[in-house]
């Protein structure tokens, strides 16, 4: 069994630069790769980040100018810096991580999501 939760949402102003975290816990022998998605409010989800064990990032066309994903590896944590947001960057913004489990079956785990509201 796997967790995956997620911190640092909130009320934040315009121009704010708040960084969420994500930390996974459970029956974990390693993790493939962890990512960041949001979904803003009548929007579909989308890709905001992702960070494999290599550390190769991947970023959304949209976001590699102001957010920035990291790793913890050694915490099975992740996080996105966030600079200058934005209302429009007000969503529900969830973490993800491909999970190799201790019988190496891997699985895409995902958090409840944190809310990130931007006010003007």
């Known amino acids: 069994q796997v967790q995956l939760v997620e911190s640092g949402g909130g009320l934040v102003q315009a121009g704010g630069s708040p960084r969420l975290s994500c930390a996974a816990s459970?029956?974990?022998?390693?993790?493939?790769?962890m990512g960041w998605y949001r979904q803003a409010p009548g929007k579909q989800r989308e890709l905001v980040a992702t960070?494999?064990?290599?550390?190769?990032?991947n970023y959304a066309d949209s976001m590699k100018d102001r957010f920035t994903i990291s790793r913890d590896s050694a915490k099975n944590t992740v996080h996105l810096q966030m600079i200058s947001l934005k209302p429009e960057d007000t969503g529900v913004y969830y973490c993800n991580a491909a999970v190799v489990r201790p019988d190496y079956i891997t699985r895409l785990y995902w958090g409840q999501g944190t809310q990130v509201t931007v006010s003007s």
């Open positions: 459970g029956s974990i022998r390693s993790i493939n790769a």
């Open positions: 960070v494999t064990s290599s550390g190769f990032t």
